[in-house]
């Protein structure tokens, strides 16, 4: 439903479309196409789709007690968007709303062995010993964006020229899962809580894009 709403906008107001463009980008939303349509002097229509299904996060934590982590982030994300030119110029100011599938597949467990106790009474745990967790996460659905940027050509005589965005995504407190096993397995009901807590603050995602773009 959210596809067919945005597609029956953008055919509408292609009808009183002045020029179009094209564009390819890369940026935090991962590798995306762009399609616009000048309405006015100062009015652009956008529309954006970026996908990324190549990142991936796998290392040892810097901490006392370190932590071996792998993790696949997977995004997806279609736009609406209108860009204001107020100088009617290649500076703009852009607002509008985004459809986001964002997910991440994570998993860490103990990077050493650990020892309790001394001589006869002494217990050791290995990484294996102590299991894993396992955690999947996601953000909300629908994000509003806010951002400036400049685009060389949409408003000028055509061609080829360079698109920059520089903005920010409201995607909201990201909701996560977890899932553990072997002798962590019991924390399992703490650690879920505690993890979408401290993510609370990352409900704002900075945006940066850079592109090429062919106007006609």
């Not at 001394?118 to 294996?128: K, L, N, Q, R």
């Amino acid at each position: 439903m959210k596809y067919l709403v945005m597609i029956t906008l953008l055919l509408c107001m292609s009808i009183y479309a002045e020029k179009y463009s094209v564009g390819l980008n890369a940026g935090v939303k991962g590798i995306g196409l762009d399609g616009t349509m000048k309405l006015s002097d100062t009015f652009v229509l956008k529309g954006s789709v970026d996908f990324n299904t190549f990142l991936s996060f796998s290392g040892t934590t810097d901490s006392e007690e370190p932590i071996d982590y792998d993790a696949d982030l997977s995004q997806f994300s279609l736009g609406v968007l209108i860009d204001w030119h107020p100088l009617e110029n290649g500076f703009k100011l852009s607002g509008g709303l985004y459809y986001l599938n964002y997910e991440i597949d994570g998993t860490g467990k103990a990077a050493e062995t650990y020892s309790f106790g001394s001589g006869i009474g002494e217990v050791t745990y290995t990484p294996e010993d102590l299991g894993n967790v396992n955690v999947d996460g996601n953000t909300g659905s629908i994000a509003p964006y806010i951002g400036l940027g400049y685009n060389g050509v949409q408003l000028n005589g055509g061609g080829i020229g360079f698109n920059f965005d520089l903005g920010v995504l409201y995607v909201g407190a990201p909701d996560f899962s977890v899932n553990s096993t072997e002798m962590i397995r019991h924390t399992e009901e703490e650690l879920e809580p505690l993890l979408n807590e401290e993510l609370e603050q990352f409900q704002f995602l900075p945006v940066m894009t850079f592109g090429i773009v062919y106007s006609f």
